[in-house]
């Protein structure tokens, strides 16, 4: 649309473009060993140690393989100094799947 905050063009406003199921929670994943190592080496880098200072964490992006890419959302509840303890027990990781990868239909499921 181009104005999808004019009600006359979407009349049950821009809400009612997004999926219905695009929102899936899933509580209690387990996150691979390196997830952490990758997140512990770029907070110590200049630039991300200014985007947690700045909680700009929206800016911390993944890639998981056959899945798709993912950025931290900003309700990640995940600080400098967890990180550089390496002490993880209050760590909340919220990701927000930006990009779907897909699977070839062709491919050979065998």
Do not use: C
Request: aromatic share 8%.
């Amino acid at each position: 649309h181009d104005n999808p905050k004019d009600s006359s063009e979407v009349p049950g406003g821009w809400l009612s473009d997004v999926d219905q199921d695009s929102l899936v929670v899933v509580k209690g994943a387990i996150a691979e060993v390196g997830l952490w190592d990758w997140i512990k080496r770029y907070a110590a880098t200049e630039v991300g140690r200014k985007e947690l200072g700045q909680h700009n964490v929206e800016n911390i992006r993944f890639q998981f393989k056959r899945i798709g890419y993912f950025a931290l959302d900003k309700d990640t509840a995940l600080t400098a100094a967890e990180i550089e303890k390496a002490q993880f027990g209050n760590a909340k990781l919220i990701m927000n799947r930006i990009v779907t990868l897909k699977e070839d239909p062709k491919k050979d499921s065998a």
